[in-house]
């Protein structure tokens, strides 16, 4: 991508890993480490109740703290939700919205997301939206319908040139999610610029060139700057590299490299 028009933006996603012990530990070595890369936005995303742990290791240092989902509502009788304004009390700046696993295990649908995403703004977090297709769907050729599907259904009730806000999309192609097998920065390239292509036609040119994409999938060490170097991955994702300060650091000073 181009960074004169958009900050690479590199999120660590701990999924259910880490306890509280090693939590803080890991949030302090890549706070330490993000500071010599001021031309990345980095985020973690730890579980919830590491998420004060979390906050409390980076203050100061410019790395935010994402919830890796969000209720659809603000409060009230929701036995096991965690909501978006709670989110944000505790010191949450993004939240990770429909990935994969919850869209497999929990069924949570389009229609659900749309939801959560109104409810993450209107409590002033940036949600990063996850989008990508299936093994049986890319074999059949449609991994961009399903992607449009779940984006335009995704981001259904946002309206007007500011209706996104400091929404990410996370492209993450199913098969690619802690396989080893990575999508190609060809693969990458062909579906981000398909998002930046629908966010323009519904939102305008203005919002959808500041949006970032970021590729999800196998991201590691090796393989992140052939990803970045294509002209709409504006970040990444990452699962299983982000749960080591060593590798995840490393990523994160690959995009501050390309970002130079
Ligand atoms: P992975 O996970 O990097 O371990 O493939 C990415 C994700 O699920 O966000």
């Not at 996850?130 to 961009?144: H, K």
Request: charged share 20%.
């Amino acid at each position: 991508m181009s960074p004169s028009v958009r900050r690479y933006l590199i999120v660590g996603n701990w999924k259910m890993n880490k306890r509280l012990a090693e939590a803080g530990g890991l949030a302090a070595q890549v706070a330490q480490g993000a500071r010599r890369c001021p031309r990345t936005e980095v985020v973690l995303a730890p579980p919830y109740l590491a998420v004060p742990t979390v906050r409390e290791a980076v203050k100061g240092s410019g790395v935010g703290v994402a919830g890796q989902d969000a209720s659809w509502e603000e409060w009230g009788a929701f036995t096991g939700e965690v909501s978006a304004p709670m989110l944000r009390d505790a010191g949450c700046t993004h939240v990770i919205l429909g990935h994969s696993e919850r869209r497999i295990h929990l069924g949570e649908s389009d229609a659900l997301l749309a939801r959560k995403l109104r409810a993450a703004l209107a409590a002033e977090l940036a949600p990063i939206l996850c989008v990508g297709e299936r093994l049986e769907e890319r074999r059949a050729g449609r991994q961009l319908e399903v992607v449009e599907g779940q984006l335009l259904g995704g981001l259904e009730g946002l309206a007007g040139a500011d209706g996104l806000g400091r929404t990410a999309i996370a492209y993450e192609p199913v098969w690619a999610i802690g396989t080893g097998e990575v999508a190609t920065p060809e693969q990458a390239q062909e579906a981000h610029g398909f998002i930046r292509r629908l966010l323009k036609e519904r939102f305008g040119p203005a919002a959808a060139e500041a949006t970032r994409i970021l590729y999800g999938g196998s991201v590691n060490p090796e393989n992140v700057s052939s990803l970045l170097t294509q002209a709409d991955v504006d970040g990444a994702l990452v699962g299983g590299a982000s749960l080591k300060a060593e590798s995840f650091l490393t990523i994160v000073a690959a995009a501050e490299k390309q970002a130079a």
